[in-house]
């Protein structure tokens, strides 16, 4: 296992952890394109702190492809699902923003509740994920702290 960095993973996983809980305000509030985009980037900062935690290439915004390298780090104990995640949480991060991203219509006229709903709990799933791995690290580290 790589030598792993507690400062730099704490640092993404602590703002991973603030945009969730903002996603998770702007859903209780009726903005179901921001807490889709909000839940997204929860999920992209989580992903990202953990590989740069370990010294792993973490560029880019692409949720699917971070959340790849961060499964093929781990390995086996990666849980099972988080792909399906990830890449349902990829599909938020242009189009929950921009007024032309979709045919006619600005973003909010085309997310719902349930679509909100949809992307916390995938959210959800990918930090859990990432904290799991954070922990399997952690035990496998030199000294054994995370």
Do not use: N
């Amino acid at each position: 296992m790589p030598d792993v960095d507690a400062q730099e993973f704490d640092r993404w996983r602590t703002q991973s952890g603030r945009a969730l809980a903002t996603a998770v305000l702007a859903a209780a509030g009726d903005q179901h394109e921001w807490a889709c985009f909000l839940a997204e980037q929860a999920a992209q900062l989580a992903v990202k702190g953990l590989l740069h935690a370990v010294g792993e290439d973490a560029w880019g915004h692409d949720l699917a492809l971070l959340e790849g390298r961060a499964a093929a780090m781990i390995g086996r104990s990666w849980s099972t699902g988080i792909g399906d995640a990830a890449a349902r949480l990829s599909r938020h991060y242009i189009a929950t923003r921009y007024p032309d991203a979709h045919a006619s219509g600005e973003p909010g006229a085309h997310y719902r509740k349930a679509d909100a709903d949809q992307a916390l709990e995938d959210a959800r799933l990918v930090l859990a994920a990432v904290d799991r791995a954070w922990e399997t690290l952690g035990e496998h580290d030199g000294e054994g702290e995370t």
